[in-house]
C-alpha cells in the first residue's frame, strides 16, 4: 500500500479543527513537521504511523465486533474521523467489508437508523424547509464544485421498503462505493436525502424517529418540491452527475423521464440493474451458446428494477438481431403481485407506465390471475429473473419445472438483502441438479458443483458491479447526458471480463474483490463510446492511449498528500 502522495496540499486547518475534520485528518500518521506547523504535538501519541499500521490496528478493532450491525456502526464512525484511513481499510479487505457497507447489513443500518444515529452527514431536505433549500444546499456545497450528488427519497430502498429520513444511508452507501470502486473524490460527492415524510407507520409510531413525522408528501406538492431540488443542482453545479437511488417506482420512472434531457442524471435501479444483468446475461447465454433474441425471459416483480430489466435486455436483442422493438418485446413475461401481467387483469392492477408490448395479451392467457408455476408451465423460459422482493418465490416446483425444458436454465433471484431472495443458490442448485447459470442481487457463498471437487461462484449481479463505473465514465467526458449507448458500452465491457468467457464453469461476473479495475474499464468504455458519439467534452485527450493514463491519474485514492499550513490552504 502507498502511504504518502508525492502531493502536497495547503492546509488552513490546525489543532482539534484539523483532527475533526475527516477529509484532512490523519491521525497517528501526521508527520513530526505537521504536528509541529499544524499544533498537533502534544494532542497525538507520541509515535507517527504508516497507513499500512493504521489500517492494521483499525482492522483489529473492526474485527473486535460482535455483530455484523456493530461492524457497521463502527466503519460508519471510521469513515466520520478519517476518510484516507476508511477507504485504505474498505480496499484493503474488499470483498469481506463490502456486503457490511452494502447490502444486506447496510438495509439493517437503514431500518434502525434513528436508533444507531451518532453522525449527521450529507444534505437533509424536508418540506417544512423549503424556503431556505437553496441556502442550505449551498451550505452542503461549501463552495466546492461536485462532480456526484446521490439522492433518494427513500420509499423503496433496497428490498425494505419506505425508510423515512434512513434514506441518507442508501444515498451515503452508494456514494462510498462510486468512491471505492470508480476513485469518484469523496470531497466531490454530495450524498442527499429528500425526507418528504414517510407512511412507515413503525417509524412514525416510533418516539425516537428522526425525520419528518408526516405522510408522505404526494402529488404537486412533491413534484414541485423535487423540482425545487434538480433546479438548484443545475443553477449551482451543472456538470454533476445526478444518481438517483431507491425513489418509489412511480417516481422513479416519471422522474428519469422528466429530467433526462434536462441534466446528466441516472437511476440506478432501473438503468443501473439493467446493464448489470445484461452483462450477466451476456456471460451465461456464451456458456448456454445461444442468442440473445433466442431467450425467453420471465421477470417476476415488475417494479424499477423488473421494468429496467426487461428494457435493457430488449433494447439488447433490437441491436444485436433484425428483430423489432414489438418482436424483442414478445420475449418477455412480467409477473407482478396479480401473476402475469396481461390485458385481461383489471386496470388498477398494471402500473400505467408499463408499455403495452410488455403485457400478454388476453387471447393467449385467458382470464384470471396467473402465478408464475403457470406461467413456467406455458412459456419454458431459459431465463427467470426475481425483483419482486418475494423470498423463496422460487420454489422446488418452479425451478424443477423450468429444468424439464431447458438444460441450463439461467436463474438470476436479485432481489435485496439477503434475506429477501427469491431463492437460494445452495437449492437451486440441488433443485437444478448443478445445471443453474446463477448470479444473486447479495452475496452467496459457492455451491457444490455435482461430480466435481470444484465450487460454482455465484455471480453477485448487482447494480453496484457497474453504476460506479458507468457514472465515473459520464464525468470524465463531460458528456450532458448518460446516452443508452454509453450504458451498452459498459454493460459490454463488464461482460467481456466476466469470467464465464474463460471457463463455463466460472462465474457470470467478477467478483466484489476486483471491483476497482473492472469499474475502470466500464468507465473507459463509457468515456470511449462518449468521444465515438462526439458527446465528450473538449478537455478530454484525443488519443485514446493518452486517455487511459489522463483517466487514471483522475482517479481519488486513499494515500494522504504532505501538507503544508497556508492562511488560503483548505478549510
Ligand atoms: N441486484 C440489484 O442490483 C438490484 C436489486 N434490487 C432488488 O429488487 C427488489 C425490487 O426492487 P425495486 O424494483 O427497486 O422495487 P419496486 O418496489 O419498484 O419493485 C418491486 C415489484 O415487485 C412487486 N411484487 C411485490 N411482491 C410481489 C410478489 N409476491 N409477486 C410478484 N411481484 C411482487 C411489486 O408490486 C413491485 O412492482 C428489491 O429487493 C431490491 O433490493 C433492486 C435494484 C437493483
Ligand atoms: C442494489 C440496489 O440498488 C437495490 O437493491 O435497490
Ligand atoms: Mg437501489
Redesign the pocket.
Known amino acids: 500500500m502507498t502511504t504518502t502522495s508525492q502531493k502536497t496540499i495547503k492546509v488552513a486547518l490546525r489543532g482539534p479543527a484539523l483532527l475533526n475534520n475527516p477529509r484532512f485528518n490523519k491521525g497517528s500518521a501526521f508527520t513530526r513537521k505537521e504536528r509541529d506547523d499544524f499544533g498537533l504535538r502534544g494532542r497525538l501519541p507520541y509515535a507517527v504511523d504508516t497507513l499500512q499500521e493504521q489500517v492494521d490496528r483499525a482492522y483489529q478493532q473492526y474485527q473486535a465486533r460482535s455483530s455484523d450491525i456493530l461492524r457497521n456502526s463502527f466503519l460508519q464512525s471510521l469513515k466520520a474521523q478519517n476518510w484516507t484511513l476508511f477507504y485504505a481499510l474498505l480496499s484493503a479487505h474488499l470483498e469481506e467489508l463490502f456486503p457490511i457497507i452494502y447490502?444486506p447489513t447496510e438495509a439493517d443500518a437503514i431500518a434502525n437508523y434513528s436508533h444507531l444515529f451518532r453522525r449527521s452527514e450529507g444534505l437533509y431536505l424536508s418540506p417544512p424547509l423549503t424556503d431556505t433549500m437553496e441556502e442550505d444546499f449551498l451550505d452542503a456545497c461549501e463552495g466546492r464544485e461536485l462532480e456526484l450528488i446521490v439522492v433518494s427519497d427513500a420509499e423503496?430502498i433496497?428490498?425494505i421498503?419506505d425508510q423515512g429520513s434512513g434514506g441518507i444511508g442508501i444515498s451515503a452507501a452508494k456514494a462510498v462505493i462510486y468512491t471505492l470502486a470508480a476513485g469518484v473524490d469523496p470531497a466531490k460527492a454530495l450524498a442527499v436525502t429528500l425526507d418528504v415524510g414517510t407512511n412507515n407507520q413503525d417509524l412514525l409510531d416510533d418516539p425516537l424517529y428522526m425525520g419528518y413525522r408526516e405522510k408522505r408528501l404526494r402529488g404537486q406538492g412533491y413534484d414541485e418540491f423535487v423540482d425545487k431540488f434538480v433546479a438548484l443542482v443545475k443553477k449551482h453545479q451543472p456538470k454533476c452527475l445526478l444518481h438517483f437511488e431507491?425513489f418509489?417506482?412511480s417516481n422513479?420512472q416519471r422522474l428519469l423521464a422528466k429530467y433526462r434531457d434536462e441534466h446528466s442524471i441516472f437511476n440506478?435501479?432501473i438503468q443501473?440493474?439493467g446493464a448489470?444483468?445484461l452483462a450477466a446475461l451476456q456471460a451465461a447465454i456464451s456458456v448456454t451458446r445461444t442468442n440473445i433474441e433466442d431467450q425467453r425471459i420471465v421477470i417476476?416483480?415488475?417494479?424499477?428494477?423488473?421494468?429496467?430489466i426487461a428494457r435493457q435486455l430488449r433494447d439488447a436483442i433490437v441491436l444485436s438481431s433484425s428483430c423489432s422493438e414489438a418482436e424483442a418485446a414478445s420475449r418477455f413475461y412480467l409477473?407482478?403481485?396479480h401473476?402475469l401481467l396481461k390485458r385481461s387483469l383489471p386496470e388498477d392492477q398494471i402500473?400505467p407506465e408499463i408499455e403495452s408490448s410488455l403485457i400478454r395479451s388476453e387471447e393467449d392467457w385467458g382470464d384470471g390471475e396467473t402465478g408464475?408455476l403457470e406461467v413456467i408451465k406455458k412459456v419454458k423460459p431459459t431465463v427467470l429473473i426475481?425483483?419482486?422482493?418475494?423470498p423463496k418465490?422460487f420454489t422446488e416446483e418452479v425451478v424443477k419445472e423450468m429444468c424439464k425444458h431447458v438444460d441450463r436454465p439461467i436463474i438470476f433471484p436479485?432481489?435485496?438483502?439477503t434475506r429477501?431472495c427469491e431463492v437460494h443458490p445452495k437449492d437451486a442448485n440441488e433443485w437444478s441438479g448443478g445445471k443453474a447459470l446463477m448470479a444473486?442481487?447479495?452475496p452467496f457463498p459457492p455451491v457444490d458443483i455435482p461430480g466435481s471437487e470444484k465450487k460454482y461462484v455465484v455471480a453477485e449481479?448487482?447494480?453496484?458491479m457497474i453504476y460506479p463505473g458507468l457514472g465515473f465514465g459520464t464525468i470524465l467526458s463531460q458528456s450532458k447526458a448518460m446516452t443508452p449507448d454509453m450504458i451498452v458500452a459498459g454493460a459490454k465491457r463488464l461482460s467481456e471480463l466476466a469470467p464465464a468467457l474463460k471457463d463455463p464453469d466460472q462465474a457470470l461476473l467478477p467478483p466484489f474483490g476486483d471491483i476497482g479495475d473492472i469499474n475502470f474499464e466500464i468507465a473507459l468504455a463509457v468515456l470511449e463510446q462518449a468521444v465515438q458519439d462526439g458527446d465528450a467534452s473538449s478537455e478530454v485527450p484525443k488519443g485514446k492511449e493518452e486517455r487511459r493514463n489522463w483517466a487514471k491519474g483522475r482517479r481519488w485514492t486513499a494515500v494522504y498528500p504532505e501538507y503544508e499550513y497556508d492562511e488560503g490552504g483548505y478549510k
Open positions: 447490502t423503496a433496497l428490498g421498503g431507491d418509489g417506482v422513479a440506478d435501479d443501473g440493474t448489470v444483468t417476476y416483480g415488475a417494479g424499477s428494477a423488473g421494468l429496467g409477473l407482478d403481485k401473476g402500473r408464475l426475481g425483483t419482486s422482493t418475494h418465490a436479485l432481489s435485496n438483502p429477501l444473486t442481487g447479495s449481479c448487482n447494480n453496484a
